[in-house]
T-cell receptor
Framework: EAGVVQSPRYKIIEKKQPVAFWCNPISGHNTLYWYRQNLGQGPELLIRYENEEAVDDSQLPKDRFSAERLKGVDSTLKIQPAELGDSAVYLC????????????FGSGTQLSVL | GEDVEQSLFLSVREGDSSVINCTYTDSSSTYLYWYKQEPGAGLQLLTYIFSNMDMKQDQRLTVLLNKKDKHLSLRIADTQTGDSAIYFCAERRGDYKLSFGAGTTVTVRA
């Protein structure tokens, strides 16, 4: 069974440029999460989807970040415009249930904003 | 600051036991987790314990929970070089959100 797939693996951009990350969750997993992991820290939730509905986006900086999960499967996270402080690893995770019991993480996208 | 606190580094000799400690803050946490992150990879769920349990054993892994002190530990028996990684403690809080610690980097030396 394929795990959570994310792309690209690495992204280097200049500040003020837009960037997008893509995630394909494990088949059958209804809940999808985007986390941001800063260097030397644990992941912090940005947004959680149940099917195509964003049920928790309280931590998403909505002035520059947006996300979508069309058809309740793949998801895209976008930053526009990127700032230096956005440099981090962006992790996507999925779970079969809605209660955070077991999260399966992708390998992440490492973003460097110059 | 972090709601979940862990020591940052642990060095252990191959074949010895490793013990990673964690303290959390939410007394209404229902699940507590240990995740492992190898270089360049995402987090992998190692094990978890429900809050009404004191101990859980899974092969080389033993999780101990002291709910009174809000203290969680992970013991890895017979530590191998493949156990070198960052280990994250996480609590599922009363609001159902996961809160992660900053991670403990475990280095296994020959």
């Amino acid at each position: 069974e394929a795990g959570v797939v994310q792309s690209p693996r690495y992204k280097i951009i200049e500040k003020k440029q837009p960037v997008a990350f893509w995630c394909n969750p494990i088949s059958g997993h209804n809940t999808l999460y985007w986390y941001r992991q800063n260097l030397g820290q644990g992941p912090e939730l940005l947004i959680r989807y149940e099917n195509e509905e964003a049920v928790d986006d309280s931590q998403l900086p909505k002035d520059r970040f947006s996300a979508e999960r069309l058809k309740g499967v793949d998801s895209t996270l976008k930053i526009q415009p990127a700032e230096l402080g956005d440099s981090a690893v962006y992790l996507c995770a999925s779970s079969p249930g809605t209660g955070y019991e077991k999260l399966f993480f992708g390998s992440g996208t490492q973003l460097s904003v110059l | 600051g972090e709601d979940v606190e862990q020591s940052l580094f642990l060095s252990v000799r191959e074949g010895d036991s490793s013990v990673i400690n964690c303290t959390y803050t939410d007394s209404s946490s229902t699940y507590l987790y240990w995740y492992k992150q190898e270089p360049g990879a995402g987090l992998q769920l190692l094990t978890y314990i429900f809050s009404n349990m004191d101990m859980k054993q899974d092969q080389r892994l033993t999780v101990l929970l002291n709910k009174k002190d809000k203290h969680l530990s992970l013991r890895i028996a017979d530590t191998q070089t493949g156990d070198s990684a960052i280990y994250f403690c996480a609590e599922r809080r009363g609001d159902y959100k996961l809160s992660f610690g900053a991670g403990t980097t475990v280095t296994v030396r020959a």
